[in-house]
T-cell receptor, first 109, second 115 residues
Framework: GQNIDQPTEMTATEGAIVQINCTYQ??????LFWYQQHAGEAPTFLSY??LDGLEEKGRFSSFLSRSKGYSYLLLKELQMKDSASYLC??????????WGAGTKLIIKP | ETGVTQTPRHLVMGMTNKKSLKCEQH?????MYWYKQSAKKPLELMFV???????ENNSVPSRFSPECPNSSHLFLHLHTLQPEDSALYLC??????????????FGPGTRLTVT
């Protein structure tokens, strides 16, 4: 079956760095997405990786290793507004998004 | 209006009621999706439409009935629901289904409670 694993919850301190991991087993691979979802709001697109390596976008970076079925989202200089759930999703061979259950990130002052 | 809108934002219904959820996208996209989001569970894809044609129905119970009258509008008709159907229902759109880089844009969701 298809499976996406990510930690349920993480806690970090304002100003620090946090890494959210995602491992996947899917039927085919057409890219990996990270989304951010604040409580009660719509998920919003953060990043997309299809080739191995690191993609950087401001304070957020996303890394992919296809051979290991592994990705991480790195958030630097954490701010209180970064408190949210972070969803990992893989596009499979049928171009469907397979989703993880999300990682709830709690930022403490 | 911009992006993807959904109405209503909150809905409480009894198990014998009939109601409809509405989604509208203002992005000129060709694909639209219905998802169910339950607490601490992955997003569950329910239905996919491409240019008003249904292309995916992931074993969803018949008490959920989608309708896509045009590429900008998507409805989810609900009848005889069960308490376990209580969840956040999200609508999304994307440029197309098969483009690998096409991200999905989500609406704010309808929080449904079945009593």
């Amino acid at each position: 079956g298809q499976n996406i694993d990510q930690p349920t919850e993480m806690t970090a301190t304002e100003g620090a760095i946090v890494q959210i991991n995602c491992t996947y087993q899917t039927s085919g691979f057409n890219g990996l997405f990270w989304y951010q979802q604040h409580a009660g709001e719509a998920p919003t697109f953060l990043s997309y990786n299809v080739l191995d390596g690191l993609e950087e976008k401001g304070r957020f970076s996303s890394f992919l290793s296809r051979s290991k079925g592994y990705s991480y989202l790195l958030l630097k200089e954490l701010q209180m507004k970064d408190s949210a759930s972070y969803l990992c999703a893989v596009k499979d061979s049928n171009y469907q998004l397979i989703w993880g259950a999300g990682t709830k990130l709690i930022i403490k002052p | 209006e911009t992006g993807v809108t959904q109405t209503p934002r909150h809905l409480v219904m009894g198990m014998t009621n009939k109601k409809s959820l509405k989604c509208e996208q203002h992005l000129g996209h060709n694909a639209m999706y219905w998802y169910k989001q339950s607490a601490k569970k992955p997003l569950e894809l329910m239905f996919v439409y491409s240019l008003e044609e249904r292309v995916e129905n992931n074993s969803v119970p018949s008490r959920f009935s989608p309708e896509c009258p045009n590429s900008s509008h998507l409805f989810l008709h609900l009848h005889t629901l069960q308490p376990e159907d209580s969840a956040l229902y999200l609508c999304a759109s994307s440029q197309d289904i098969q483009g690998v880089t096409y991200e999905q844009y989500f609406g704010p969701g309808t929080r449904l409670t079945v009593t």
